[in-house]
C-alpha cells in the first residue's frame, strides 16, 4: 500500500514536470518566431542510418515508424514555412536500457540561414529557459579522441585505430578492419566514452567525416562535419547539423549508408524519395538539431534511468 | 554450439572469454550519437576470480559456458583428487586441486559443498560456511591465563592450522568459519 502511494506519487511528479516543461520550451520558441508543427509519425520511408533499426508495420503495405521528424520538417522547409519545430514521439527498435527508450520524445528544430554557432547558442537559450543553470563548453571531437587516445581521429590510419581498440579489449572481426566509422566509434566506446561521465557538460564540435551522418563538411578541405552533440553526464542530450541542402549530395549519403549497411550485413532501406524531391524543389540554408526530451529530463533532475520517466506500472 | 546474442546480455549469464568460462557482472550498452553500438561488459573469470573487461560490437553473438551451479557431497580425497557425489542421482565427479583450492582444508566427508561445474566437471569448490572439526593437536594452554584472550595453534583433523582460545584442549570439537578461517566457537556435536 505504501509503495504504490509513493509510485502513486512519482507518476504524478513526472508528469506534471513534463508538462511545465514542455510550456516552458514552447514559450521559448514562440519568442524566438520558430512555428510548431505535426507531421505524421508514420512514413513510407524507413531511415537508411546504419546505427539506426528501424520499427515498421506490415499491415498490407510495409509502412515505417518515424525515426526523427527530419524528413517531414525538410519537407516543409520547402515550402518557406521559414523556421520550424516538432515535439513528438519517435521510435529505434531495440534500444533499451538506463538510457535509451524504443519510444521517445524528439524535440527537433531548424533554424534557416544561420550559422551552426548559432544553433549552438539556441541549445544554450532554451536549456537556460527550462531552468539548465551550467556552463557548456565547446570541444572538437579531434581534442577530446585525441587526449583519451594519443591518436588523430582524421588522418590517423585504420591499423593504429585496431590496435588501440584491441589493446582496449574490443572484440573486432575481419570484416570490421576496414570500416573506419566502426574503427572510430571502437575507439571512442573504449576509451574517449567511460572519461565524458567525470567532464563537465560539452558540445563537441567538428566531427571526422566518416561520421558526417547528414551534415555539411566544412569549407574546402573537407575534412571535418558541420555537426554538434551536447553530452550532459556522459550522455547525448541533442545532435545537430549544418543541414546538406542538395539533392544529389543527400542522395549520395543514402547510397553510402546503404553501402555500409550492406557491408555490415543489414537490411537495405529504401531512400526517402520524399525528403530528395523536398530538397530538389529548394529548401534555403539551414542548420537542424534533434534533443531528446527524456534525456534533458535526466540532465534537469539528475534522473540516472530513463524509465522511470514512464507511468509506473503495476 | 550453444550461443549468446548482446541482446541477452545481462549479470550472472555464463560466457567462454579466450577459452575460459567467465560470469558477466555488469552489462553496459554504449552508443556513440550517430555510430555503432557495443556492449561493454565487466566479466568474472570463474575459474580464477579475475575480473576484466570486454567490447563487442550490439548484435553479435559470444559462445555460452556451460557452468552449472549444483550442491554435492564430500565423500573422500583418494590423494590426488578430491572426490563430490550428487545425493539424488548418486552419480560421482572428482575435482582437482585448482578447483578444491582452500576448501580441502575444511573438508573430512559428508560436507553439502556449492560446486560450480564447466563441462560437467567441478572448477571452484566452496565448503558449507559453518563447519565442525576435531582439534588433532595442539599444546595445553597455560593455566591462569585465560582472561587475556590469547590464542594459540591447533592442528585440526583435516591438517588445517587454526588459532583458538587457550582454554580449548586436543580432542575436543570446534565450529569454524569457513569464509575467514576463523574459530567460532566449541562444539557440542561428537
Same mark, same amino acid.
Given at each position: ?24 520550451? $514552447? /514559450? @521559448?520558441?514562440?519568442?524566438?518566431? &520558430?512555428?510548431? &508543427? ?6 513510407e ?5 546504419? #546505427? ?19 524528413s ?12 520550424v ?19 521517445? /520524445? ?15 547558442? *539556441? ?10 543553470? *551550467?556552463?557548456? *563548453?565547446?570541444? /572538437?571531437?579531434?581534442? =577530446? ?15 593504429? =585505430? ?16 576496414n *570500416? ?8 571512442? &566506446?573504449?576509451v ?15 566531427y571526422?567525416?566518416e ?11 573537407? /575534412?571535418v562535419?558541420?555537426?554538434?552533440e ?7 542530450i541533442?545532435?545537430g ?5 542538395e ?35 529548394? &529548401? ?8 531528446g526530451?527524456? $534525456?534533458?529530463?535526466? #540532465? ?13 506500472? @503495476? | ?22 560470469s ?27 575480473? !576484466? ?10 559462445e ?16 590426488? +583428487?578430491?572426490?563430490?557425489? +550428487?545425493?539424488?542421482t ?11 583450492? +582452500? ?8 560436507e553439502?559443498? +556449492? ?12 565448503p ?18 585465560t ?33 575467514? !578461517? ?9
Open positions: 500500500m505504501d509503495d504504490s502511494k509513493s509510485d502513486n506519487a512519482k507518476t504524478r511528479e513526472v508528469f506534471r514536470r513534463r508538462a511545465l516543461l514542455l510550456q516552458k520550451i $514552447r /514559450t @521559448y520558441f514562440s519568442s524566438e518566431g &520558430v512555428t510548431e &508543427v505535426n507531421t505524421p509519425v508514420l512514413s520511408f524507413g531511415s537508411c542510418e546504419p #546505427a539506426l533499426k528501424n520499427l515498421s508495420l506490415n499491415k498490407g503495405r510495409r509502412k515505417y515508424l518515424r525515426t526523427s521528424s527530419e517531414s520538417l525538410k519537407q516543409l522547409l520547402s515550402h518557406n514555412l521559414g523556421d519545430y516538432e515535439i513528438g514521439p519517435v521510435f529505434r527498435d531495440e534500444e533499451i536500457g538506463p538510457c535509451h527508450l524504443e519510444e521517445f /520524445t524528439m524535440v527537433e528544430w531548424y533554424r534557416t540561414n544561420v550559422e551552426l554557432l548559432f544553433l549552438i547558442e *539556441d541549445v544554450r537559450c532554451l536549456l537556460a529557459r527550462c531552468g539548465y543553470q *551550467d556552463t557548456i *563548453d565547446i570541444t /572538437t571531437y579531434a581534442e =577530446l579522441f585525441q587526449n583519451a587516445s594519443g591518436l588523430n581521429p582524421h588522418n590517423c590510419g585504420n591499423s593504429e =585505430l585496431v590496435s588501440c581498440a584491441i589493446e582496449k579489449g574490443v572484440d573486432l572481426k575481419e570484416c570490421d578492419l *570500416d573506419r566509422a566502426l574503427l572510430l566509434d571502437a575507439v571512442y &566506446v573504449s574517449v566514452e567511460p572519461l565524458l561521465k567525470s567532464f563537465s557538460p560539452v558540445f563537441i564540435i567538428d571526422p567525416k561520421h558526417r551522418a547528414y551534415a555539411r563538411l566544412s569549407g574546402t578541405t573537407e /575534412t562535419a558541420l555537426r554538434f551536447l553530452i550532459i553526464n556522459g550522455i547525448e541533442a545532435n547539423y549544418d543541414e546538406i541542402t539533392s544529389l549530395e543527400q542522395k549520395d549519403r543514402f547510397n553510402a549508408e546503404n553501402r555500409l549497411r550492406k557491408r555490415r550485413g543489414l537490411e537495405q532501406i529504401e531512400p526517402d524519395a520524399a525528403w530528395l524531391d523536398a530538397l530538389s524543389s529548394g &529548401v534555403p540554408s539551414v542548420c537542424g538539431v534533434a534533443l526530451l527524456e $534525456r534533458l529530463e535526466m #540532465a534537469l533532475w539528475e534522473i540516472s534511468d530513463i524509465r522511470s520517466l514512464g507511468i509506473k506500472s @503495476y | 554450439m550453444a550461443t549468446y546474442s548482446t541482446s541477452q546480455f545481462k549479470p550472472g549469464l555464463k560466457i567462454l572469454v579466450d577459452g575460459e568460462p567467465h558477466i557482472l555488469v552489462n553496459d550498452i554504449v552508443k556513440p550519437g550517430k555510430g555503432q553500438a557495443f556492449n561493454r561488459i565487466k566479466i568474472r573469470n570463474l575459474k580464477n576470480g579475475r575480473v !576484466g573487461e570486454k567490447t563487442l560490437k550490439s548484435g553479435e553473438s559470444i555460452a559456458a556451460d557452468v552449472l551451479e549444483v550442491e554435492l557431497q564430500y565423500l573422500y580425497n583418494d590423494g590426488s +583428487d578430491w572426490y563430490f557425489m +550428487d545425493s539424488k548418486f552419480e560421482q565427479v572428482s575435482a582437482n586441486l585448482d578447483a578444491v583450492g +582452500d576448501a580441502r582444508f575444511w573438508l573430512k566427508g559428508q553439502i559443498c +556449492d560446486v560450480t561445474l564447466w563441462n560437467d566437471h567441478p572448477i571452484v569448490v566452496v558449507p560456511n559453518f563447519v565442525v572439526l576435531e582439534v588433532s593437536e595442539s599444546d595445553p594452554g597455560l593455566k591462569g591465563d582472561a587475556s584472550g590469547g590464542t594459540k595453534p591447533a592442528v585440526l583433523e583435516t591438517g588445517a592450522t587454526v588459532k583458538v582460545p587457550l582454554f580449548v584442549e586436543q580432542g575436543e570439537s570446534i565450529r569454524i568459519d569457513t569464509r575467514t !578461517g576463523e574459530y567460532v566457537s566449541r562444539s557440542k556435536e561428537n
